[in-house]
């Protein structure tokens, strides 16, 4: 379970799959903090099991690009 720190407050607990989630759909940045206790905050590129596989491709490579977009939609509920 994380917690998440945004600029307006600290949101969660959530499960890693979920914030991962959120990561891919940009929900969450990069520089955003997690922390699994509330206390210790972590920078989400410093924690590597939250970032989604597809993201540590080659965001220049075409296919790379086109999968991520794929999983983008697929993830986003908003768009059923």
Known sequence: MWYIRFNKGVK????????????LLGRVKETDEVSSDGKQWLI??????LIPQILKGD????????????A????????L
């Open 44 to 49: 989400v590129k410093d924690v590597p099991e």
């Open 12 to 23: 969660g607990p959530y499960p890693a799959g979920l914030v991962s989630r959120y990561i």
């Open 72 to 79: 983008r939609r697929w993830a986003d509920e908003r768009s």
């Open 59 to 70: 965001l220049n490579d075409p296919m790379v690009k086109e999968r991520l977009e794929a």
